[in-house]
């Protein structure tokens, strides 16, 4: 066996059983990647510390073969046509290094390459503006969760709604909708769900349908912005799309699917909750007011938290990454809240971020030793069909493995197998509006598709374990009777919303 094809081999056998780990939830999501990252940077991955290894040796591509016995089985035509999509990868690459070399000359290109490789292994291969947004979004949002502002709000939207069920519920959902569109769905499970809990056990209702129409609204309403959810962090420093883009672009369908939404869930629900005027009365005599333990820190994070926003809303205008943003208003935050610094660090997800650093090399280690390639060239069969049915068939396939493998893990790995089959692909190679167009299908894929299942998005289990607490069991199966339903519905109207724009803007 050659090298490359051991090379390949071995690299495919630690992807895969790094996401089986991570799937099957018997090692810790973070430990399995962490191992999964080490043995990629053992094995596969170039870096400072590999004897002889070199800048030009860890650029050049890792060639694949398959084995003899699955190259008899692959058809001559699909052999064919995926040696056309490398060929036109290699003359696209070849293009934009020229491209490259012309506009900045070759002393620049050089400096850069020797740059490249002083870093040391982590900064190679671990995206730490996604890791650096997701530390400083979490810094300001502990800051903020110790005002008491949150309680505030689910409070206030109980009272709003005079005590009805219904109107109690949509008021929620859309709250949390909100938060979720800027702060970290976790975090606004977490915050939002004991209220929750304490409202239906005064208008002594069920919980369970409250508490999952939260995590519904949270993974939709995460999907409106970069910031709001994972997986758009992830495509937003890979696609090179700004705050502003997903504003621009997602934010008004989110807006619309929420209503829709709402609605289903008004139609559902109205008559099947009913509460006397006496449990109403109870809830009225809630004071919100005193949720709030902190002002003075509740107006200094909520002025950095607003300021933090409006940095978003120009970063992509003013030249500055997402993790600048993110980190600025952290420090300022640290700088002029009452807080204690020490206790405030504790507070950040340490295993969520090691978590994305570690899937970060471990898809690195796939892309180095040629499985993304690999799977790129099945991409590459769709070669010829209309752009939006391409889009259309990877947005629905993307949605169901979301849901299977959890929405992050799988968007950390297809996004670069969509890089390069866009790079491979003359229709969307060739047309921004068309790459932008699979971009924004994969977001609204990944996002959505993640309500399906318990183990499709971290806000799910957060959501499960704190009802399994308080004494309300949700099972894997029950959690599909809410989360199927409501992720095919929400899949349907993306999928017209993505056929919409092409016929608007693409075709």
Known sequence: MEHSTLIFWIGTIIFIGTYVLIASEKVHKTVAALLGAMLMLIVILPGPGHSGGSHEEAAEPVAVEAPAAVAEQVPAA????????????????????????????????????????????????SNFDVVFTLAGMMLLVNLLSGTGLFQYVAIRCAKLARGLPIRTMILLVFATAFLSAFLDNVTTILLVAPVTLLVCNELDVPPVPFLMAETMASNIGGTATLIGDPPNLIIGSIADLNFMDFLMNLTPFILVLMVIYCICLWVYYSKRMRVTVEKRALIMELDER????????????????????????????VGLQPCVVAMSGAALALCICKVDVDHALEKIEWSTLFFFMALFIVVCGASACGLMDKIGSFLSLMEGWPVPVVVLVIMWISAIAAAVMNNVSFTAAMVTVVATFISASPAFRGSEAC?????????????????????????????????????????????????????????????????????????
């Not at 704190?466 to 409501?486: D, M, W």
Request: hydrophobic share 50%.
């Open 290 to 317: 005193a949720a709030i333990s902190d002002r003075s820190n509740l107006i200094r994070g909520g002025i950095v938290m607003i300021l933090t926003i409006l940095g978003f809303l120009v970063h992509g205008a």
């Open 78 to 125: 699909v052999a064919e046509q995926a040696a056309g999509a490398q060929a036109k990868a290699a003359e696209a690459l070849a293009e934009t290094e020229q491209a490259l070399a012309d506009a900045t000359g070759p002393s620049e290109i050089e400096r850069k390459a020797g740059l490249y490789d002083k870093l040391d292994t982590f900064a190679r291969y």
């Open 435 to 507: 790459s932008d167009l699979l971009w924004w299908g994969l977001a609204l894929a990944v996002c959505l598709g993640g309500n399906a299942s318990l183990v499709g998005a971290a806000a799910n289990l957060v959501t499960v374990g704190i009802a399994e607490k308080n004494g309300h069991s949700v099972s894997f199966t029950g959690f599909l009777k809410y989360g199927v339903p409501v992720a095919v519905g929400s899949m349907v109207l993306a999928s017209v919303y993505i056929m919409a724009r092409y016929f608007l803007f693409c075709a």
